[in-house]
């Protein structure tokens, strides 16, 4: 590409302007950059403020019109709702509790299933490995309101209905494509010559692996596994399926379950969501280097 | 493809070399050691993703239903040609292309703008990356709760912010023509950061000494952008592109909880039309041939997007 690039340069035009003017203009041209970026910026943070505002405001406040942006009583109740209601612990803590269980669990079961197949992957000659590879991942493309209707029945079947478990099943299935594209990137970074040395010193591949590769790949693997417990965490389309009773819910269905009534509580909805988004928000922070690979599946890579 | 030898020469195995271990009677070989690793993700895929999709294979050819219970007759392809023939399901279609094409496009144009000025910054480079890219980390459900509770036509803020312009209350999601709009303004919110975050990657790395080649020769600001930034961040905006519109074709969540795609039918996509037929018309078997010819389409859009992906990764 830089080739192509570099002959249409050197054919470019040579046109002379006058220095001086040129650097004004860079100036003029550099604040208006700014403000613009500004504007920008604004605009896709006013909602997340908002949301955040919102959560902290009384329920008058809520519904002021016109909207009250700066003078408001601040209060946290919202929050305290969240967590507890009139019976002890609110529906809402229970789901709460539910992601955690089913995010955690199935990021720990597609990482333990992944990562040996893209070190796999990355070391062995394996028939038709591209084409494999690809299949892995076209897996995670489908539709899962299309998945979801065989699912649902082959779950009936085995009586995993409205039970963790199922959930647990389908996440960890949609993550390990991902887990296994995204490693199989930090796995080739790690020379193979590493095990070569230590399969002369007379360790097994398998002690290869485990003693001198598998260290290495920690901070992969870690980044990797973020990224797999935050698209279980907001997973939403199989939470709402194949689950019903408050018991197995998980947080997204029962924060959307919120707005069922005839009223809805929007300060409350606001609270649930800012502590349902803050831990994947720190998440996403401590994972901001390995970002374009972990939206696109693991797919480019810097 | 056919020629897998060539795929797999970049990390020798050089078991060969390797002098037997001493005293080590249990020693796996190579190739026993790879079944064994790769074979569990795979028979997961197998029973979580292929076997179920075959099912709905084999259902897409019957008049199954799932609360009727009772055997499946076999229809053939009745409920094929009833999919492909139906006004409904054509509608449907027409939303999903206006939905996908309207909140992609838009999300390039400001994607790229935004990725454009930040490159063009020398600090801050880092802290304006991670504040534009929030919307993109949050969970369709936040997202879709809260720019309903946003745009409500009474007390809404963004009817209040218009009203303070003198902007009469605008009913955005109760409306027919402004509700699809609205979901176009929502996806594009959340998922601008995804193509500005691509698009930044591409343009931080394209070499400086390109331009300051350019800047020696005195080429205009236009004539760098159009022959040196845009062909070289092209081919990623490209993967970037095809990877949101397959998102954007299997979108549920968001209209679910937007509009339920309502007013009428005015939102109802693709995706939201198969979850009507599936879970309350409980027509499974005709559902099943509307999501086999779903998941098709899906297939084609991800072999462009991976055919691509191998360009760029062999250039």
């Known amino acids: ?302 | 493809m056919s020629d897998p030898v060539t795929l797999t020469t970049d990390h020798p195995v050089q078991a060969a070399a390797t002098p037997p271990a001493r005293g080590r009677s249990r020693r796996l070989s190579d190739r026993w050691l790879t079944v064994a690793f790769i074979s569990p993700a795979l028979l997961l895929l197998l029973a979580m993703s292929v076997f179920p999709l075959l099912w709905a294979l084999y259902l897409s050819f019957t008049d199954y239903s799932a609360t009727r219970g009772g055997s499946a007759n076999f229809v053939w392809f009745e409920n094929y040609t009833a999919i492909l023939t139906s006004a409904q399901v054509h509608m449907r279609a027409l939303t999903t292309l206006i939905y996908v094409v309207g909140a992609v496009a838009l999300q390039i144009v400001l994607g790229f703008s935004i990725a454009y000025l930040i490159s063009r910054r020398t600090n801050g480079r880092g802290l304006l990356t991670t504040l534009f890219l929030v919307p993109m980390m949050l969970s369709p459900v936040v997202v879709g709760l809260f720019w309903k509770f946003m745009l409500d036509a009474q007390f809404g803020v963004i009817n209040s912010l218009l009203g303070s312009l003198g902007v009469g209350p605008v009913e955005w999601l109760t409306r027919q023509n402004t509700a699809l709009i609205s979901l176009i303004v929502v996806d594009t919110w959340q998922w601008t950061p995804f193509i500005m975050l691509i698009a930044l990657a591409g343009l931080t790395a394209v070499p400086k000494y390109l331009y300051e080649a350019a800047s020696i020769d005195r080429a205009s600001e236009w004539f760098r952008f159009r022959t040196i930034t845009l062909p070289l961040v092209w081919p990623l905006l490209l993967i970037a592109v095809l990877f949101r519109a397959i998102e954007a074709f299997r979108l549920f969540d968001l209209v679910y909880i937007l509009t339920s795609g309502g007013p009428g039918v005015s939102t109802e996509t693709l995706s939201f039309h198969v979850y009507k037929v599936a879970f309350l018309g409980f027509n499974t078997g005709t559902a099943s041939a509307y999501g086999i010819l779903m998941v098709l389409i899906v297939i084609v859009l991800a072999q462009l997007y991976m055919r691509y992906l191998n360009k760029l990764k062999e250039d």
Do not use: C
């Not at chain 1, 229970?94 to 796999?120: M, Q």
């Not at chain 1, 299309?146 to 699912?151: D, N, S």
């Open chain 1, 1 to 302: 590409m830089a080739v192509s690039v570099d002959k249409t340069v050197s054919t470019g035009p040579a046109r002379g302007r006058t220095s001086p003017a040129r650097r004004t203009s860079g100036r003029g041209r550099s604040v208006l950059e700014i403000a613009l970026l500004t504007v920008l910026a604004v605009v896709m943070l006013f909602p997340v403020l908002w949301m955040i505002e919102t959560a902290f405001k009384e329920n008058r406040d809520v519904y002021a019109i016109p909207a009250k942006f700066f003078n408001f009583t601040v209060t946290l109740d919202h929050f305290k709702d969240v967590f507890v209601d009139s019976t002890g612990r609110s529906s809402l803590s229970t789901a709460f509790l539910n992601s955690v269980v089913v995010a955690g669990v199935s990021t720990v079961l597609a990482t333990v299933l992944g990562v040996p197949a893209a070190w796999a992957y990355s070391r062995f000659a394996v028939k038709a490995k591209k084409d494999q590879l690809f299949f892995i991942l076209s897996t995670r493309f489908m539709p899962p309101v299309v998945v979801v209707i065989p699912i649902f029945l082959m779950y009936r079947q085995l009586g995993l209905i409205d039970n963790k478990l199922g959930l647990i099943l389908i996440y960890t299935a949609f993550n390990v494509p991902f887990t296994i594209w995204m490693m199989k990137g930090f796995v080739d970074e790690v020379p193979a010559e590493y095990e070569d040395a230590a399969m002369l010193d007379g360790y097994t591949r398998l002690q290869a692996f485990w003693k001198f590769t598998l260290p290495l790949l920690l901070p992969g693997i870690a980044a990797t596994a973020v990224f797999a417990l935050i698209f279980s965490w907001n997973e939403f389309v199989f939470a709402i399926f194949l689950t019903s009773s408050d018991s197995v819910r998980t947080a997204p269905p029962a924060i959307a379950g919120l707005i069922g009534g005839t009223t809805v509580d929007w300060g409350l909805v606001a609270a649930a969501s800012v502590v349902f988004a803050l831990p994947v928000l720190v998440f996403a922070y401590l994972v901001r280097k390995h970002l374009v690979a972990g939206v696109t599946l693991g797919a480019v890579r810097r």
